[in-house]
């Protein structure tokens, strides 16, 4: 079986979230039903078989973040690596590169999403090549980037918070690719924002014909707001 290492972006700061209860760093640090948010996503994705862990941090809470996980976490594998400045959360991939064993797959995952389901469960990853995505059906997709798909479910196009009504299958936080992630990573150049954005490193996949996607029928969460993290709670 190939090795599949779950990457956890946990380097954005969540400026939505701060002094959200007290909270001064980073959002990943928040507490959610005694554990910070990162912890609680170990968990969750531990709960899921995965054994070997990358978490990308910042250079201002990458020493708070892995002294969160020591204490937590003491036998398993995991490393860190630090994107030096917020430029996307492609660019933040790209620091896993040499942490990564060929041949090898990575599950990438936003660390403030979290699901009600293994989105993994039942996918045959052992020949798998390309990008597997995932959507859900949510009532604003004007919020999200939103996959449009052809009547047998294939994966036409992604499109990021479109003003006008494309599809209502939101591309939630977790993405599986091999390594060519990486090549196609340097392919892209920064958006009007200024950054290196996920959203296009799909777009690559689809215009190579290697996406795979699947439709989620439990609940997600996206916990980037005060009231997000409220649901989570209840939830988890």
Partial sequence: MRKNYAVIAAGGLGTRLKDYKHNESTKVLIDIGGLSMISSQVMQLK??????????????????????????????????VIQPSPKGIAD?????????????????????????????????????????????????????????????GNAIDIYEKP??????????????????????????????????????LNKIYLDQKKVLSKVLSSWWIDAGTPERIEELKKLI
């Fill in 163 to 200: 003003k006008e009504y494309i599809s209502n299958l939101a591309v939630v936080g977790i993405y599986i690719y091999d390594t060519s992630c990486f090549e196609n990573i340097r392919k892209l150049t920064p958006s009007n924002r200024g950054e290196l954005e996920i959203t296009d």
């Fill in 47 to 80: 709960s899921w078989g995965f054994r070997d862990f990358i978490v990308i941090t910042n250079p201002d809470f990458n020493d708070l973040i892995k002294n969160d996980l020591q204490k937590n976490f003491t036998d398993e594998n995991i490393s860190y």
């Fill in 92 to 152: 933040a991939l790209s620091y896993v590169e040499a942490e990564i064993d060929n041949n090898s797959l990575l599950t990438f995952i936003l660390g403030d999403n979290f699901f009600g389901e293994n989105p993994l469960e039942k996918i045959n990853l052992d020949n798998f090549s390309g990008a597997h995505l995932f959507v859900k059906e949510v009532e604003n997709p004007e919020e999200f980037g939103v996959m449009e798909i052809d009547k047998d």
